[in-house]
Protein backbone atom coordinates (compact mmCIF):
# COMPACT_ATOMS: atom_id res chain seq x y z
CA UNK A 1 0.00 0.00 0.00
CA UNK A 2 1.12 3.44 -0.81
CA UNK A 3 1.98 5.13 2.33
CA UNK A 4 3.82 8.27 3.51
CA UNK A 5 4.89 8.77 7.44
CA UNK A 6 5.39 12.58 8.53
CA UNK A 7 7.47 12.78 11.54
CA UNK A 8 9.74 15.74 13.37
CA UNK A 9 6.56 18.22 14.55
CA UNK A 10 7.02 19.71 17.87
CA UNK A 11 7.01 22.55 20.58
CA UNK A 12 9.82 25.07 19.44
CA UNK A 13 10.40 28.72 20.13
CA UNK A 14 10.00 31.80 17.41
CA UNK A 15 13.36 31.77 15.74
CA UNK A 16 14.12 28.49 15.87
CA UNK A 17 15.01 25.50 13.23
CA UNK A 18 12.97 22.24 12.79
CA UNK A 19 13.51 19.27 10.13
CA UNK A 20 10.44 17.14 8.99
CA UNK A 21 10.51 13.70 7.26
CA UNK A 22 8.24 12.42 4.84
CA UNK A 23 8.74 8.77 4.75
CA UNK A 24 7.35 6.80 1.60
CA UNK A 25 6.43 3.54 1.25
CA UNK A 26 5.49 1.35 -2.00
CA UNK A 27 6.80 3.84 -4.70
CA UNK A 28 9.81 5.73 -4.92
CA UNK A 29 9.72 10.07 -4.15
CA UNK A 30 12.51 10.76 -6.83
CA UNK A 31 10.26 9.39 -9.56
CA UNK A 32 7.51 11.94 -8.14
CA UNK A 33 6.48 15.61 -7.43
CA UNK A 34 6.43 15.93 -3.67
CA UNK A 35 4.54 18.53 -1.84
CA UNK A 36 4.46 19.79 1.36
CA UNK A 37 0.60 21.34 2.68
CA UNK A 38 0.34 22.58 5.96
CA UNK A 39 -2.79 23.60 8.07
CA UNK A 40 -2.98 26.31 11.15
CA UNK A 41 -5.66 25.14 13.71
CA UNK A 42 -8.91 25.37 12.51
CA UNK A 43 -8.01 27.12 9.62
CA UNK A 44 -7.91 26.06 5.52
CA UNK A 45 -5.14 24.24 3.49
CA UNK A 46 -2.02 26.59 2.97
CA UNK A 47 0.48 25.27 -0.22
CA UNK A 48 4.19 25.39 1.35
CA UNK A 49 6.51 23.18 -1.13
CA UNK A 50 7.26 21.16 -4.20
CA UNK A 51 10.17 19.28 -5.23
CA UNK A 52 9.84 18.28 -8.97
CA UNK A 53 11.09 14.85 -9.87
CA UNK A 54 13.83 16.66 -11.55
CA UNK A 55 15.15 18.50 -8.67
CA UNK A 56 13.61 21.73 -8.80
CA UNK A 57 11.91 23.09 -6.19
CA UNK A 58 9.59 26.11 -5.47
CA UNK A 59 8.14 27.69 -2.07
CA UNK A 60 5.13 29.54 -1.30
CA UNK A 61 6.28 33.62 -1.29
CA UNK A 62 5.71 33.26 2.89
CA UNK A 63 8.09 30.34 3.73
CA UNK A 64 10.57 31.79 0.71
CA UNK A 65 14.20 31.78 1.93
CA UNK A 66 13.28 30.36 5.16
CA UNK A 67 12.21 26.99 4.62
CA UNK A 68 13.88 24.02 1.80
CA UNK A 69 12.22 21.02 0.97
CA UNK A 70 15.00 18.27 -0.17
CA UNK A 71 14.78 14.14 -0.60
CA UNK A 72 17.16 11.58 -0.10
CA UNK A 73 16.90 8.80 -2.62
CA UNK A 74 18.56 6.62 -0.41
CA UNK A 75 16.46 6.75 2.15
CA UNK A 76 12.96 7.41 0.01
CA UNK A 77 12.24 10.06 2.13
CA UNK A 78 11.76 13.97 1.96
CA UNK A 79 12.05 16.69 4.06
CA UNK A 80 11.36 20.34 4.85
CA UNK A 81 13.51 21.90 6.71
CA UNK A 82 12.51 24.95 8.16
CA UNK A 83 14.48 27.75 9.76
CA UNK A 84 13.77 31.47 11.29
CA UNK A 85 10.12 29.92 12.47
CA UNK A 86 7.41 32.09 13.19
CA UNK A 87 4.23 31.72 15.19
CA UNK A 88 2.33 31.65 11.94
CA UNK A 89 4.17 28.90 10.94
CA UNK A 90 2.16 26.87 13.45
CA UNK A 91 0.36 24.10 11.23
CA UNK A 92 -0.15 20.38 10.98
CA UNK A 93 2.38 19.86 8.19
CA UNK A 94 1.19 17.23 5.53
CA UNK A 95 3.29 15.35 2.76
CA UNK A 96 1.57 14.60 -0.60
CA UNK A 97 2.21 12.63 -3.71
CA UNK A 98 1.45 14.07 -7.40
CA UNK A 99 -1.48 12.20 -8.45
CA UNK A 100 -0.64 10.71 -11.73
CA UNK A 101 0.37 13.76 -13.95
CA UNK A 102 -1.76 16.53 -13.08
CA UNK A 103 -1.86 19.30 -10.52
CA UNK A 104 -3.58 17.05 -8.07
CA UNK A 105 -2.01 15.20 -4.48
CA UNK A 106 -2.92 11.77 -3.06
CA UNK A 107 -2.38 10.15 -1.26
CA UNK A 108 -1.35 12.48 1.68
CA UNK A 109 0.75 11.39 5.26
CA UNK A 110 -1.36 11.73 8.85
CA UNK A 111 0.87 15.23 9.11
CA UNK A 112 3.00 16.36 12.04
CA UNK A 113 2.17 19.20 14.36
CA UNK A 114 4.58 21.68 14.39
CA UNK A 115 4.16 24.63 17.73
CA UNK A 116 6.05 27.51 17.24
CA UNK A 117 5.79 29.61 20.54
CA UNK A 118 7.70 30.72 23.86
CA UNK B 1 -7.15 35.58 2.49
CA UNK B 2 -7.20 32.31 0.28
CA UNK B 3 -6.47 32.57 -2.88
CA UNK B 4 -9.24 31.34 -4.33
CA UNK B 5 -13.16 31.96 -2.53
CA UNK B 6 -15.63 29.27 -1.77
CA UNK B 7 -18.67 29.56 0.49
CA UNK B 8 -18.27 28.99 4.12
CA UNK B 9 -21.04 26.33 4.53
CA UNK B 10 -23.37 24.57 2.86
CA UNK B 11 -25.79 22.52 3.84
CA UNK B 12 -28.92 20.13 2.62
CA UNK B 13 -31.15 17.32 3.26
CA UNK B 14 -29.81 13.05 2.69
CA UNK B 15 -30.46 12.33 -0.75
CA UNK B 16 -30.60 15.97 -2.21
CA UNK B 17 -27.71 17.41 -4.07
CA UNK B 18 -25.55 20.44 -3.20
CA UNK B 19 -23.08 22.33 -5.56
CA UNK B 20 -19.92 24.12 -3.79
CA UNK B 21 -18.21 26.84 -5.70
CA UNK B 22 -14.51 27.93 -5.96
CA UNK B 23 -14.01 30.64 -8.06
CA UNK B 24 -10.44 32.44 -8.93
CA UNK B 25 -8.17 34.16 -11.50
CA UNK B 26 -7.18 33.55 -14.77
CA UNK B 27 -3.71 33.19 -13.39
CA UNK B 28 -5.22 29.96 -11.95
CA UNK B 29 -8.28 28.36 -12.48
CA UNK B 30 -9.36 30.18 -15.66
CA UNK B 31 -5.85 29.71 -17.23
CA UNK B 32 -5.74 25.79 -16.87
CA UNK B 33 -7.97 22.69 -16.54
CA UNK B 34 -5.81 21.78 -13.26
CA UNK B 35 -8.63 22.22 -10.33
CA UNK B 36 -8.60 19.47 -8.05
CA UNK B 37 -10.76 18.98 -5.18
CA UNK B 38 -10.53 17.41 -1.59
CA UNK B 39 -12.73 16.15 1.16
CA UNK B 40 -11.46 16.28 4.50
CA UNK B 41 -13.25 14.37 7.43
CA UNK B 42 -12.41 16.05 10.79
CA UNK B 43 -8.87 14.83 12.49
CA UNK B 44 -8.18 13.39 9.19
CA UNK B 45 -5.41 13.72 6.34
CA UNK B 46 -7.56 15.54 2.88
CA UNK B 47 -8.45 12.90 0.65
CA UNK B 48 -8.64 13.52 -3.19
CA UNK B 49 -11.90 13.43 -4.60
CA UNK B 50 -12.15 15.29 -8.25
CA UNK B 51 -9.00 16.29 -9.93
CA UNK B 52 -8.49 17.85 -13.91
CA UNK B 53 -11.66 19.51 -13.21
CA UNK B 54 -13.90 16.37 -13.72
CA UNK B 55 -12.00 13.15 -13.34
CA UNK B 56 -12.51 11.19 -10.50
CA UNK B 57 -9.97 9.26 -8.73
CA UNK B 58 -10.24 5.28 -8.28
CA UNK B 59 -12.41 4.14 -5.87
CA UNK B 60 -14.80 7.60 -5.37
CA UNK B 61 -17.97 7.59 -5.43
CA UNK B 62 -19.92 8.33 -9.00
CA UNK B 63 -22.31 11.06 -6.85
CA UNK B 64 -19.12 13.50 -6.64
CA UNK B 65 -18.86 15.51 -9.70
CA UNK B 66 -17.08 18.38 -11.12
CA UNK B 67 -17.10 21.09 -13.88
CA UNK B 68 -15.76 24.53 -14.65
CA UNK B 69 -16.76 27.97 -16.32
CA UNK B 70 -14.15 30.53 -16.58
CA UNK B 71 -12.65 31.36 -13.36
CA UNK B 72 -15.28 29.02 -11.42
CA UNK B 73 -15.27 25.34 -10.80
CA UNK B 74 -18.13 23.68 -8.80
CA UNK B 75 -18.36 20.27 -7.16
CA UNK B 76 -21.75 18.68 -7.24
CA UNK B 77 -22.72 16.32 -4.41
CA UNK B 78 -25.46 14.24 -5.42
CA UNK B 79 -27.74 11.85 -3.24
CA UNK B 80 -26.08 13.17 -0.40
CA UNK B 81 -25.22 10.64 2.54
CA UNK B 82 -24.01 11.35 6.07
CA UNK B 83 -20.63 10.64 5.52
CA UNK B 84 -20.48 13.35 2.70
CA UNK B 85 -20.46 15.68 5.62
CA UNK B 86 -16.89 17.52 5.67
CA UNK B 87 -14.96 20.10 5.16
CA UNK B 88 -14.27 20.71 1.38
CA UNK B 89 -11.40 22.20 -0.14
CA UNK B 90 -10.64 23.34 -4.05
CA UNK B 91 -7.15 23.79 -5.44
CA UNK B 92 -5.67 24.62 -8.56
CA UNK B 93 -2.54 25.59 -10.38
CA UNK B 94 -1.28 28.54 -10.43
CA UNK B 95 1.34 30.38 -12.98
CA UNK B 96 1.91 32.93 -9.90
CA UNK B 97 2.32 30.71 -6.99
CA UNK B 98 2.49 27.03 -8.28
CA UNK B 99 -1.00 25.50 -6.13
CA UNK B 100 -3.40 27.62 -4.66
CA UNK B 101 -6.24 26.59 -2.65
CA UNK B 102 -10.00 27.61 -1.40
CA UNK B 103 -10.61 28.59 1.96
CA UNK B 104 -12.74 25.69 2.51
CA UNK B 105 -16.50 24.93 2.91
CA UNK B 106 -18.00 22.78 5.61
CA UNK B 107 -20.57 20.45 3.74
CA UNK B 108 -23.29 19.43 6.85
CA UNK B 109 -25.98 17.26 6.04
CA UNK B 110 -29.42 17.50 7.84
Known amino acids: EVQLVESGGGLIQPGGSLRLSCAASEFTVSDNYMAWVRQAPGKGLQWVSVIYSGGDTYYADSVKGRFTISRDNSKNTVYLQMNSLRAGDTAIYYC????????????WGQGTLVTVSS | QSALTQPASVSASPGQSITISCTGT?????????VSWYQQHPGKAPKLVIY???NRPAGISNRFSGSKSGNTASLTISGLQAEDEADFYC??????????FGGGTRVTVL
Open chain 2, 52 to 54: DVN
Open chain 2, 26 to 34: SSDIGGYDY
Open chain 1, 96 to 107: ARRYTITWAFDP
Open chain 2, 91 to 100: SSYSNINILV
